[in-house]
Every structure is written in structure tokens, then in C-alpha cells.
């Protein structure tokens, strides 16, 4: 059924992300009365847990992407907008797009995440794309076969190595997990369908300058995956942080390694909300907030999702996955409801960690619940899973399943295509 | 089995394009001892004929794309090379590449297919991209989808009419299909989802300057695609040529419709591969070939497809369609068979016409076998089974399948992401 349209004088809210957090406010406010405008300068929703699988050429972009639109479009009270956020007027309670116009808000929500961070070397960025857009994902597929393709038909040996060594860097889940896929499709998929190179050979790298991978995780569990690293073949360099990047390869501490592909899985920085609102930021640039998830002294602008610093119970920060995002949406709209109502506001938010997942290659994952820690074949059922589960809509599980099945079973990957690689822009009137 | 690789010595065979001509040609000559490298400046084989459904969201890129090498991985015999080919030195039997490198050969296929053809009117192609290759498609999707997104923003009225009108010129297959899934687009799956247009009222032009659509079914066939056009909405214009493209508009005959969204599906251009040989070419710049499909003087050169000029026993051209070119593959496979085994050449080739097939919408479709028309669903069904049959491979086809199942119980696309909008080239060490 089709919600009704609220009256133009209802409570104008305006949220700006679609996102995991921006996404489940968005759902938890249906038939609140309120007039919702949903700002994305993307037209889709992105499911970026699984954004390595179209990286690494598993999954077709479609799979894992819904337009924002169309999640709301039974919701009257919902308007999308494609737009670019430049800046907040919260004094005149407005938000200032790129094309100059502005919106009025009545209550701001701002879940705007966050982009890779190069530590203050900007210039990296066009050397080691890092993973959270879809375009990443598809210049990073691109890059890496056509550096097999590229070494295909190199005569000069080093200059042949080079193409054949991948690094990433930075070995939490998403580069753990982006090694153990290229590692797979070299020495297991690509290797006979090559006739002058042995893709077998090819060096993936992963280099953390922590002493340990996945450092999120138990030790125990860190350990396993770095076993599970090495039977795939990964070099694991732990401790040794990268100390350039050029585009013929990585400086890791002292050692020039001869490398042509390059992917940044390091570290990320909070998107501008905090300079929006010219509010406090911590080192990542996430704005700080209350105890509401509200800004400091602005009771009607929320901060919620990776571009907002909430701290836990022990006074660590709230970790950046997708659970974590959702609880903050789930608890803002909480606390809007009830100032709608004239009731309290509900009890501070309290961030409840419902565990860690990582996968290694096809067949190994860890699992840390807190309580319960999975390794092996059972992790990795239960992390495939449990995001099929998450995936939105029958048509996406039913082809994220397909995909992965046939992955299973043939050995092959289903989206190894190499797009996009010059294009115009388009032209404008 | 993989197949052993042949010597160094073998008579090398060198194939430029791996589209259905290339395609089949190889693996018709499976076995045949000989050394064969196959060149395309894509790393993908593309189904041309379902292209048309990733501009139009229903399918992913993925889904009707396959790794050349993927393809020939068991065939040792088969080299695949990703690059770009510039010219043909035919004395000295060598093929050029882009990156001043040649690869010599005995004997020659050029397969290279064509692309859009504006009439001398290049400039229209950044306005009105055409649709061969998984980019135009995106970007074909992409402005199509931005269109409507600016729509919903524009307050100015006649910029929004602009927006929502497309423009397809050519009414041809693909122009027919482009223009009925727009349409279904528009007025079946995207109305719900706007709150300041209403999409139904979307204007989708499909301009033709011949007299009726799908000129080369018989004339009634062509009124049966007429009156399912005007069914979904779509404003047929025929005998009215397009005069100028601009960015805010066609002038179709005298008159000037605004207009933000044009696709060009009126005319193909063979590539140069007659231009590379400097052998005369017909008025589209297919070039002039011989009974056995050899170049003019050229026996050790074989040029099949798009790119060629073949005539049929009635004196028309071959047409421009997939079986055309594969039976044009497999011609050329029989005639180095004999060849090589120093038997007599087999009779001159002879193109047989299997039929015409054009989808309208998603329940309408034409077909025609000359002994046998078909119209309405039954000929829908048919054009559905056929092309999930021509599909390689078992995930492409439940892929595919399962996408249309998608579309047609639940009314909506699956794929529908504006993507690629803006893009940093890749750095090159």
C-alpha cells in the first residue's frame, strides 16, 4: 500500500546519504507524518560489504546496487533527490547544494560516510584507488586484468614482474579480503588461458604496517586468516609500512618493490560534516555528538554513520561497519518520533557490537561473535549467509546466490570485464 | 581436453575482431593444427543483439559479455592478444599495432566489425551516442537516467519537457526496442517514484526518415510494430529526416523539439579494414570481397562480417546480423581446412537467410522466416528462447533468464545505476 502524501506543513526532514544509516532512518520514520527529502549524489543505494566481489570480478555491479528511488517509492512522504550537499547554513537552517539552491530543514540528518584517507599524500590517490564507489571497484577490475594483459605481451622481464605484482595495502577485512580473491583468480582461474605468461607466479602482497592482520579480531583469529594468506599464497608483510608510491611501484620502508597495480585499503577519512557544521572532529574528521547522536548545542542536526565519532561504553570509538550505521539511524529516529510526540527522549545510544566477519579466498573465514569465534568452512557458510540476508530484495540474493554458486562450482568468475577505461564527458546544454 | 599446442612452425592464423564472424571462425578451426592468434582491442566478447537491454537497466554488463580468453582457455593453439589494430602491411605480411609493434601471419582474417555512422555529421556523435560496445550502453543509461533526475529538480517548464523527452532516431531493430523499453520505462516503472514529474508524461520520439519501421520485415509485420509502438506511447515519426542535433534539441525536418536525451541507432560505418588493405569498399566502407570472402588478389587475406561487402544470390548485401556474420566464420574456417590439406576449395559462399526477429516492449515482438510470420506473444516467446539459447554458456543463460523472470512478475529493472559520470584517466608509469 502506498503511504499518503503529509500535508506541506508537516515537520520537514531532510537526510543527506543513503547509506546503511541514512537508509534505515529513512525506513524506521514510515508513517511518522513527517516530510522526508533523502539527498544522495548517487542514485543508489550501495551494499559496499561485497564491493571487493565486483572488484575482484564475482559480482556484476547491478547485483549489489538498488536506485534510492525505487526503495521508497511506495512512500508518499519520501522525496529522492540526486544532488550534491557543498555545505550547512545552520543558522538559517538550510543545506547548500552545488548548483547554488538550497533546501530548509526543520530537523537535519547528516550520514554522509567517509572516503579513503592517504595520511596527508593526496598524490596517492590516482596510484592506489581505494574502495568505496563503484567506479572504484570498476577501475580497480580494470587495472588488475589489464595487467595481465599488459604483461601478456611484455618482453622485458622486470617490466613483466612489475605487471604481475599486486599490492595491497593495509590489512583489515576489505584487504584481507581483496588479497585472498587476487590471489585466487592468478593461481587458480587465469592461469590457463595465458600463453606467454605463468599468472601462477604473479606476487600479491599485502602490506600492513600494524603487527597483525585483521587487528580488529582476536589474535587467534588473526592468526588463522594469516595462515589462510599464506596456502593462498599472499605475502603478508606485517610491520613494514609503505613509504611511497609511484606508478612503477611501492616504496615499503627502505625496499622498492617493482609493482604496477595498486589498491589503498588503509585508512579512511570522515566526509565534511563536521566542517559543514563548523562542530568539533576528531583525528579522522568525524564530528563529535551527543549522547542523541546530535551535533553540540544543535538539537535539531543529527550526525550519524562513519562521518560521526560515537564513542562506546570502554570509550573506543564505534566501529565503521554497516550494523553499527544502522543502529545510529534506528536510535535517531527513535528520538524523533518522540520529540514529535512530546515524549522523552529515549535513553542515550548505546552501540551493540554484534560481532566481526571476514573472508579469506573461497573457503576460509573468521567470525568473532565475542562469546563464539568461528573459523573455517562454518565461518565461511555463515558470513555468505548472513550477507545474502542482508542483500536487499529477492532479485539480488537470488543473483548474488547464482553468482557465487557458479563461482563455486565452475572455478570461473562471472564479471571479468575491462570497461571504462577512456571516456567524453558528457556534454551539457 | 585441452588441446595440445601446436609447433612454432605451424601456418600461423591471425584473427582481428572476436565478435560472432572472429568468434566462429575459431572454433571452427579447432584441431586443425594450426597456430592462431586472435587480436581484439576489447578483452570481451560482446551479444550485440541484447545490448539494447543494459542501456535500458533490464540487464547487467556482465551478462552478455565473456572473456575472450575465457573462451578458448582449453585451445592451446589459440593466442588471445588485447590490442588495438592500426594497419595491415599485406606485402610483408604483418599486421600493425598501436604500440608500433607487428605481428606477422600467413593468413589474415579481418573481422573488425563497424560502428555508428553519422553521415559526415561527426559532431552529432557526443550529442547521440550510438550502441556497440558496453560503454555506449552505460552511457546510454546513464543520461537517460540523469535525465529524469534533472527533471525532477528543473522548475523551469519547458527545460523539463526537454528532459523528458528522448529522441530515438532510426527505426531499425534496435531503434524499435530501444524506443519501446524507454517507453515502458517511463510510463510503467518509474511513475511511482517521483513526487514533482509525473514520468507517463515523458515524450519518446522514435524518428525515421524511410517510411516505415523496420524496413527490412515485410510491410505488414511493420504495421504490427507500429501500432504496438503507439500502444506504449511512443511517438513514431516517419519519413521525417533529422537535420541537427544540438545539446538542448533535434531539428527533425524544419522542426525544432527540445530535447536532452538522443540515441543514434540510424546508420553503421564498417571499419577500415578496406582503408588497412587499399581494396575498393562499398558506400558504407565494407570492403569488396571475392566468392570465398578473400580480399581482391589477396588469397592469404579473408575479410567476414560487418566490415565486408558480401553479396547475396539477389545482388543485395548480406545484412548486418549475427548468423550472417557467423555463417561468414564458419565459410572461412572450411576454406583454410582445404587448404591446408591441399584439397580443392569448397563451393563459393552462400548466405542463408534464417530470419528477422525485433522485440517491442515486454510482450510484443515480430518475426519473420519468409515461409512463416510471427507477431504478438508467441513471437515474443520465440525471440526470448532463441537469444537465451545463443547465450554462451549455462550462468550467462540463467543469469539472463532469471533477469528477465525479474522484470517481467515484478515490473522492474534490474540495473538501473547512473554510473561512470565523471572519470580520471588510468596513470601510465
Given at each position: 500500500m502506498?503511504?499518503?502524501a503529509p500535508?506541506p506543513?508537516?515537520h520537514?526532514?531532510?537526510?543527506v546519504?543513503?547509506?546503511?544509516?541514512?537508509l534505515?532512518?529513512?525506513?524506521?520514520?514510515?508513517?511518522?507524518?513527517?516530510r522526508?527529502?533523502?539527498?544522495?549524489?548517487?542514485n543508489?543505494?550501495?551494499f559496499?560489504p561485497l564491493l571487493?566481489?565486483?572488484?575482484?570480478?564475482?559480482?556484476?555491479?547491478s547485483?549489489i546496487?538498488?536506485?534510492?528511488?525505487?526503495l521508497f517509492?511506495?512512500?508518499e512522504?519520501v522525496?529522492?533527490?540526486l544532488?550534491e550537499v557543498?555545505?550547512?547554513d545552520?543558522?538559517?537552517?538550510q543545506?547548500?547544494?552545488?548548483?547554488?539552491?538550497?533546501i530548509?530543514?526543520?530537523t537535519l540528518v547528516?550520514?554522509t560516510?567517509?572516503?579513503?584517507s592517504?595520511?596527508g599524500r593526496?598524490e596517492?590517490?590516482?596510484l592506489a584507488p581505494?574502495?568505496?564507489?563503484?567506479?572504484?571497484a570498476?577501475?580497480?577490475?580494470r587495472r588488475?586484468?589489464?595487467?595481465?594483459?599488459?604483461a601478456e605481451?611484455?618482453?622485458d622481464?622486470?617490466a613483466?614482474?612489475?605487471?604481475?605484482?599486486?599490492a595491497?595495502?593495509?590489512?583489515?577485512?576489505?584487504?584481507?579480503?581483496?588479497?585472498?580473491?587476487i590471489?585466487?583468480?592468478?593461481?587458480?582461474?587465469?592461469w590457463q588461458?595465458?600463453?606467454?605468461?605463468?599468472?601462477?607466479?604473479?606476487?600479491i602482497?599485502?602490506?600492513?604496517a600494524?603487527?597483525?592482520?585483521?587487528?580488529?579480531?582476536p589474535a587467534?583469529?588473526?592468526?588463522?586468516?594469516?595462515?589462510?594468506?599464506?596456502r593462498?599464497g599472499v605475502?603478508v608483510l606485517?610491520?613494514r609500512?609503505v613509504?611511497?608510491?609511484?606508478?612503477?611501484?611501492v616504496t615499503?620502508g627502505?625496499?622498492?618493490?617493482?609493482?604496477?597495480?595498486?589498491?589503498?585499503?588503509?585508512?579512511v577519512?570522515?566526509s565534511?560534516?563536521?566542517?559543514?557544521?563548523?562542530t568539533?572532529?576528531?583525528r579522522?574528521?568525524r564530528?563529535t555528538v551527543?549522547a542523541?547522536l546530535n551535533?553540540?548545542g544543535?538539537?535539531?542536526?543529527?550526525?550519524?554513520?562513519?562521518?560521526?565519532?560515537v564513542p562506546?561504553?570502554?570509550?573506543?570509538?564505534?566501529p565503521?561497519?554497516?550494523?553499527?550505521?544502522?543502529?545510529?539511524?534506528?536510535?535517531?529516529?527513535?528520538v524523533i518520533?518522540?520529540r514529535l510526540?512530546?515524549?522523552?527522549a529515549?535513553?542515550?545510544f548505546?552501540y551493540?557490537h554484534q560481532?566481526?566477519?571476514a573472508?579469506i579466498?573461497?573457503s576460509?573465514?573468521?567470525?568473532?561473535f565475542?562469546?563464539l569465534?568461528?573459523?573455517?568452512?562454518?565461518a565461511?557458510?555463515f558470513?555468505?549467509?548472513a550477507h545474502?540476508?542482508?542483500?536487499i530484495?529477492?532479485r539480488?540474493r537470488v543473483a548474488?546466490?547464482w553468482?557465487w554458486?557458479?563461482?563455486f562450482?565452475?572455478?570461473?568468475?562471472s564479471?571479468?570485464?575491462?570497461?571504462q577505461?577512456?571516456?567524453?564527458p558528457?556534454?551539457k546544454p
Amino acid at each position: 500500500m502506498a503511504e499518503a502524501a503529509p500535508s506541506p506543513a508537516a515537520h520537514h526532514l531532510v537526510v543527506v546519504g543513503a547509506g546503511f544509516a541514512g537508509l534505515q532512518l529513512v525506513r524506521d520514520l514510515k508513517g511518522a507524518g513527517l516530510r522526508i527529502t533523502l539527498i544522495d549524489q548517487r542514485n543508489h543505494h550501495l551494499f559496499q560489504p561485497l564491493l571487493y566481489q565486483v572488484a575482484t570480478t564475482i559480482l556484476a555491479t547491478s547485483e549489489i546496487a538498488w536506485p534510492i528511488r525505487r526503495l521508497f517509492r511506495e512512500r508518499e512522504d519520501v522525496t529522492t533527490l540526486l544532488a550534491e550537499v557543498t555545505g550547512v547554513d545552520a543558522g538559517g537552517r538550510q543545506v547548500l547544494l552545488s548548483d547554488s539552491s538550497t533546501i530548509a530543514y526543520d530537523t537535519l540528518v547528516l550520514a554522509t560516510g567517509a572516503r579513503h584517507s592517504y595520511f596527508g599524500r593526496d598524490e596517492w590517490e590516482a596510484l592506489a584507488p581505494g574502495l568505496k564507489t563503484l567506479e572504484d571497484a570498476t577501475t580497480i577490475r580494470r587495472r588488475m586484468l589489464l595487467a595481465f594483459e599488459q604483461a601478456e605481451r611484455e618482453s622485458d622481464p622486470a617490466a613483466q614482474q612489475a605487471l604481475l605484482t599486486f599490492a595491497v595495502i593495509g590489512a583489515g577485512p576489505t584487504g584481507v579480503e581483496l588479497a585472498g580473491i587476487i590471489a585466487e583468480l592468478a593461481k587458480e582461474v587465469l592461469w590457463q588461458e595465458f600463453r606467454h605468461i605463468d599468472t601462477r607466479k604473479a606476487r600479491i602482497l599485502l602490506i600492513e604496517a600494524g603487527p597483525r592482520v585483521l587487528a580488529a579480531f582476536p589474535a587467534s583469529l588473526s592468526d588463522y586468516a594469516k595462515a589462510a594468506l599464506d596456502r593462498l599464497g599472499v605475502e603478508v608483510l606485517l610491520g613494514r609500512p609503505v613509504s611511497d608510491i609511484r606508478t612503477d611501484g611501492v616504496t615499503i620502508g627502505e625496499e622498492f618493490v617493482g609493482c604496477r597495480t595498486v589498491v589503498w585499503a588503509a585508512g579512511v577519512a570522515a566526509s565534511p560534516a563536521a566542517a559543514w557544521l563548523g562542530t568539533p572532529a576528531d583525528r579522522a574528521g568525524r564530528a563529535t555528538v551527543d549522547a542523541n547522536l546530535n551535533a553540540p548545542g544543535r538539537p535539531e542536526i543529527f550526525v550519524i554513520g562513519d562521518t560521526a565519532a560515537v564513542p562506546t561504553a570502554d570509550g573506543q570509538p564505534v566501529p565503521g561497519i554497516a550494523p553499527a550505521a544502522k543502529q545510529q539511524g534506528a536510535h535517531v529516529g527513535r528520538v524523533i518520533r518522540a520529540r514529535l510526540a512530546g515524549q522523552p527522549a529515549p535513553p542515550p545510544f548505546r552501540y551493540r557490537h554484534q560481532g566481526n566477519l571476514a573472508t579469506i579466498g573461497k573457503s576460509a573465514a573468521v567470525v568473532d561473535f565475542g562469546w563464539l569465534q568461528l573459523r573455517g568452512w562454518i565461518a565461511w557458510w555463515f558470513w555468505g549467509i548472513a550477507h545474502i540476508f542482508f542483500l536487499i530484495g529477492a532479485r539480488s540474493r537470488v543473483a548474488v546466490a547464482w553468482s557465487w554458486f557458479w563461482t563455486f562450482i565452475s572455478g570461473q568468475h562471472s564479471a571479468r570485464l575491462i570497461t571504462q577505461g577512456r571516456k567524453a564527458p558528457d556534454p551539457k546544454p
